[in-house]
C-alpha cells in the first residue's frame, strides 16, 4: 500500500503535457481516496481504484509555462510537480539510428546549439519478461542544450525543433529505442498471439534462474576469450611488422578469417608550425575493439565496432621528427576492418590535416578462435515492450516517429505483419485508437549485409504498412552511407518526417510524398508503369550507369531493363521483342543511391515489386 502519493517518473519536472481538453494524469496511493488535480487555475476530481491506481482527463491550454501542477488526497498527502510545460508531445521509438544522439553526428553538425524549448525524456533499457512494469525503473526529462544535447536522440532533437518553430511550443521528446532490438521485442505478448515461438521464447527468459545463469555462463565465455587474448599477448614473442594499406579490409591483405589480436602502427612527421597544437584523430569505424595510442600516450579506445574513433590528441603528445600512432585492435570473428571512405587522419584546429591513409605497418600478435556469439536480452521478444514502452501508456502523445526494421532482416517476409500488428497493438494499449504514426524508411547501406534482398523486403513491409489509417512512411534511399549502418544525416531524416507530420497530424496540404505507383499496362515497347507524382509534375529519373529498374523473363532471373519517362510515366523497354515479362522491380538492393526515381521537390519512390498478371 502506498503510503504516500506516487507520480510517474514521465510525470515529473521538466516534463511537457500534450496541449489539449483531454490530457490524461495519473498516479497511485491508497484505494478508496479521494485525489484532487490542480493545473492552470483548475481542479479535478478523482478516486484510486482497488489497485490504488487514479487517473482523469484534464485540459491543458497552450501557454508553454512552466506551470505547476499540484496533486492533493482527501486525507492530506499532497505532491507538486514544478515546471511543467504544455505543447506537443511524440514518441520516438526504434533501435540504434533512433538511439544515436546529437553527440555520434556532431562532426556533420558543429555549430548546433539545442533549443530550450525541446525537452527530452530518455528512458534506460529495461528489459522486462514478467508483468509489465507500471513505472520506468530509470528516465529523466532534460532540456536539449548543453551537455544534455548531446545525449539527446538526433533524430527526435531535429524533428523536435522543427516543429516547435513551427508551432510555437514546447515539444517533449520521449525517446524509447535500444541498437540491436527487432520490433518482436517492442510488442506486448497479446500482440504476438500468432507467433507461439516468439512467446514461447519470451517464456524462456522470463525464468529468472535460467536468465541469471545463461548470462553468468555467457560472461564466463566472453571474460576467458579476453583473457586468453591477454596473456597470449604478455608472453609472445616479438614478430616482425608487414605491411598493410589502411583503411582496408583485412581479408585484402593476408588475413583472411582472422581472430584474434593485431597491432597496427603508422610513421608520420609532423609539420614545425603544427607542433604543440592540439588535434584531433579520426580513424573512422575500426572492427572491432581498439586501444590506440600517440607516441606511446593512450588517446581513446572503443568497445565494439560502430562508433567513428575520434580521439583527442594533446598538442604535447606530439614531437619533432618522427612520431608513432598505434592501434591494438581486437578482431572477434573473422571480419576485421578499417572501413574505407571515412575520414582517416590527424585534423588541428587550424583546418590543416595529416592524412594517415596508404602504407601501414601490421604485427600479428594472437591468433585465436573466434569471440563466442554474444546473446542480448534485450532483443528478445517483449521485454522493450514491457519494461519501455508500457510506463508510458498513459501519457497523452500527439504521434509516434518509429525508425527500426534492421535486426530483423534475417526472417524479412515476417515483418510486414509484425510492424502493422505492432502499431495495432501500441494503439490499442495507448487507448489512442488513431495514434498517428511516422515510419523511417531504412535508408541505403551496403556494408555488412547478409544480402539476397531483406532490406529490400522491410522497405516494402514498411511502405506497405503505412497504407493502414493515419500511418505514413518517408523514403530515405538517399540518406544513407555505403559503408555505415548509423548514416549522419539525421536532420534531413527528421526533416522528411517534420513535412510528413504536418500533413498527416497537423492536417495542412503539403508535398512530403514521392512518386506512387498507380498503375501497370503492357505495351507493345514491354510495360508502362503510371504515376502519381504528388506534386503535380513531372517524374525526374536520376542519371546513372546503373539502373534500377529490373525485369524478370521466362528463366525466372531477373536483370537490368531500359526506361523511359514521359511525363507521369515510365516505360520499361523489352530486351527483345517477343520477350515476355513475369515481374517488375525498383531499387531492390542493399545500397540503391543511383538512378533513383523521383518528383520535382526531390521525393522519393519507394521500392517495389510488381507481378504481371497473366
Known amino acids: 500500500m502506498q503510503k504516500s502519493i506516487q507520480m510517474p517518473q514521465i510525470l515529473q519536472k521538466g516534463c511537457v503535457l500534450q496541449r489539449g481538453n483531454a490530457t490524461r494524469i495519473w498516479g497511485w496511493y491508497k484505494k478508496g481516496i479521494k485525489i484532487e488535480i490542480s493545473f492552470q487555475n483548475k481542479q479535478y476530481m478523482t478516486e484510486t481504484d482497488e489497485n490504488g491506481m487514479f487517473e482523469a482527463l484534464i485540459a491543458c491550454k497552450?501557454?508553454?509555462?512552466?506551470?505547476?501542477?499540484?496533486?492533493?488526497?482527501?486525507?492530506?498527502?499532497?505532491?507538486?510537480?514544478?515546471?511543467?510545460?504544455?505543447?506537443?508531445?511524440?514518441?520516438?521509438?526504434?533501435?540504434?539510428?533512433?538511439?544515436?544522439?546529437?553527440?555520434?553526428?556532431?562532426?556533420?553538425?558543429?555549430?548546433?546549439?539545442?533549443?530550450?524549448?525541446?525537452?527530452?525524456?530518455?528512458?534506460?533499457?529495461?528489459?522486462?519478461?514478467?508483468?509489465?512494469?507500471?513505472?520506468?525503473?530509470?528516465?529523466?526529462?532534460?532540456?536539449?542544450?548543453?551537455?544534455?544535447?548531446?545525449?539527446?536522440?538526433?533524430?527526435?532533437?531535429?524533428?523536435?525543433?522543427?516543429?516547435?518553430?513551427r508551432e510555437g511550443v514546447p515539444v517533449g521528446i520521449i525517446n524509447i529505442s535500444k541498437g540491436g532490438t527487432p520490433i518482436e521485442a517492442w510488442t506486448s505478448p497479446k500482440g504476438l498471439k500468432d507467433y507461439p515461438e516468439l512467446l514461447a521464447m519470451k517464456e524462456r527468459f522470463a525464468d529468472e534462474n535460467f536468465r541469471k545463469s545463461f548470462l553468468e555462463e555467457q560472461d564466463k565465455r566472453e571474460d576467458a576469450w579476453h583473457e586468453n587474448l591477454r596473456k597470449k599477448e604478455k608472453y609472445e614473442k616479438e614478430k616482425n611488422w608487414k605491411k598493410f594499406f589502411m583503411p582496408g579490409e583485412f581479408s585484402e591483405q593476408g588475413l583472411q578469417r582472422f581472430s584474434g589480436l593485431v597491432y597496427l602502427k603508422k610513421k608520420f612527421s609532423v609539420p614545425e608550425h603544427l607542433l604543440g597544437q592540439n588535434a584531433v584523430l579520426k580513424l573512422g569505424t575500426l572492427t572491432d575493439s581498439d586501444e590506440t595510442y600517440v607516441n606511446g600516450v593512450f588517446v581513446g579506445e572503443t568497445g565494439y565496432c560502430f562508433p567513428p574513433r575520434i580521439y583527442p590528441v594533446n598538442g604535447g603528445v606530439l614531437k619533432p621528427g618522427e612520431n608513432e600512432i598505434l592501434i591494438r585492435l581486437e578482431c572477434r570473428d573473422g571480419k576485421g576492418r578499417i572501413t574505407p571512405d571515412k575520414p582517416f587522419g590527424l585534423y588541428f584546429q587550424t583546418g590543416e590535416v595529416i592524412e594517415l591513409k596508404g602504407r601501414w605497418e601490421y604485427q600479428v600478435r594472437v591468433v585465436s578462435e573466434p569471440a563466442p556469439s554474444l546473446v542480448f536480452i534485450s532483443r528478445k521478444p517483449t521485454c522493450m515492450y514491457q519494461g519501455m514502452v508500457a510506463p508510458c501508456l498513459n501519457m497523452t502523445v500527439k504521434g509516434v516517429i518509429w525508425y527500426q526494421g534492421e535486426s530483423n532482416e534475417r526472417n524479412p517476409e515476417q515483418y510486414e505483419k509484425l510492424l502493422k500488428g505492432m502499431i495495432c497493438d501500441w494503439r490499442?494499449?495507448?487507448?489512442?485508437?488513431?495514434?498517428?504514426?511516422?515510419?523511417?524508411?531504412?535508408?541505403?547501406?551496403?556494408?555488412?549485409?547478409?544480402?539476397?534482398?531483406?532490406?529490400?523486403?522491410?522497405?516494402?513491409?514498411?511502405?506497405?504498412?503505412?497504407?493502414?489509417?493515419?500511418?505514413?512512411?518517408?523514403?530515405?534511399?538517399?540518406?544513407?552511407?555505403?559503408?555505415?549502418?548509423?548514416?549522419?544525416?539525421?536532420?534531413?531524416?527528421?526533416?522528411?518526417?517534420?513535412?510528413?507530420?504536418?500533413?498527416?497530424?497537423?492536417?495542412?496540404?503539403?508535398?512530403?510524398?514521392?512518386?506512387?505507383?498507380?498503375?501497370?499496362?503492357?505495351?507493345?515497347?514491354?510495360?508502362?508503369?503510371?504515376?502519381?507524382?504528388?506534386?503535380?509534375?513531372?517524374?525526374?529519373?536520376?542519371?546513372?550507369?546503373?539502373?534500377?529498374?529490373?525485369?524478370?523473363?521466362?528463366?525466372?532471373?531477373?536483370?537490368?531493363?531500359?526506361?523511359?519517362?514521359?511525363?507521369?510515366?515510365?516505360?520499361?523497354?523489352?530486351?527483345?521483342?517477343?520477350?515476355?515479362?513475369?515481374?517488375?522491380?525498383?531499387?531492390?538492393?542493399?545500397?540503391?543511391?543511383?538512378?533513383?526515381?523521383?518528383?520535382?521537390?526531390?521525393?522519393?519512390?519507394?521500392?517495389?515489386?510488381?507481378?504481371?498478371?497473366?
Not at 522486462?128 to 530509470?138: P, V, Y
Not at 488513431?434 to 541505403?444: E, S, Y
Not at 547501406?445 to 504498412?465: E, K, L, N, P, Y
Open 62 to 165: 497552450s501557454g508553454r509555462g512552466p506551470f505547476t501542477l499540484e496533486v492533493r488526497s482527501e486525507d492530506g498527502q499532497e505532491v507538486e510537480i514544478s515546471e511543467v510545460y504544455v505543447g506537443d508531445v511524440f514518441v520516438c521509438a526504434g533501435q540504434s539510428n533512433m538511439e544515436l544522439p546529437i553527440s555520434r553526428v556532431r562532426q556533420m553538425f558543429p555549430e548546433e546549439k539545442g533549443l530550450l524549448d525541446v525537452h527530452h525524456y530518455k528512458v534506460e533499457e529495461a528489459p522486462e519478461f514478467g508483468k509489465a512494469l507500471k513505472n520506468h525503473r530509470k528516465a529523466k526529462w532534460s532540456v536539449c542544450v548543453g551537455a544534455d544535447l548531446e545525449e539527446s536522440t538526433a533524430l527526435g532533437y531535429f524533428f523536435g525543433k522543427l516543429i516547435s518553430q
Open 428 to 614: 490499442e494499449h495507448w487507448r489512442q485508437k488513431t495514434l498517428p504514426f511516422i515510419i523511417v524508411q531504412l535508408p541505403a547501406c551496403a556494408m555488412d549485409m547478409q544480402g539476397g534482398g531483406a532490406w529490400s523486403v522491410i522497405r516494402i513491409a514498411q511502405w506497405r504498412a503505412a497504407q493502414l489509417p493515419d500511418v505514413g512512411v518517408t523514403v530515405n534511399l538517399d540518406l544513407g552511407e555505403y559503408n555505415d549502418l548509423h548514416p549522419l544525416n539525421k536532420k534531413e531524416v527528421a526533416y522528411r518526417v517534420y513535412l510528413a507530420a504536418r500533413s498527416l497530424i497537423y492536417g495542412e496540404q503539403n508535398v512530403w510524398e514521392g512518386p506512387e505507383l498507380t498503375g501497370v499496362q503492357k505495351s507493345k515497347e514491354g510495360v508502362e508503369l503510371y504515376f502519381d507524382t504528388k506534386d503535380g509534375q513531372t517524374l525526374l529519373l536520376e542519371e546513372s550507369k546503373d539502373g534500377l529498374f529490373e525485369i524478370c523473363g521466362a528463366d525466372g532471373e531477373f536483370y537490368t531493363a531500359q526506361v523511359e519517362v514521359k511525363a507521369n510515366k515510365l516505360i520499361v523497354i523489352k530486351r527483345e521483342k517477343d520477350e515476355e515479362i513475369y515481374a517488375i522491380r525498383y531499387a531492390w538492393a542493399d545500397a540503391p543511391q543511383r538512378g533513383l526515381l523521383k518528383n520535382h521537390q526531390g521525393f522519393l519512390t519507394t521500392p517495389f515489386c510488381v507481378q504481371m498478371k497473366e
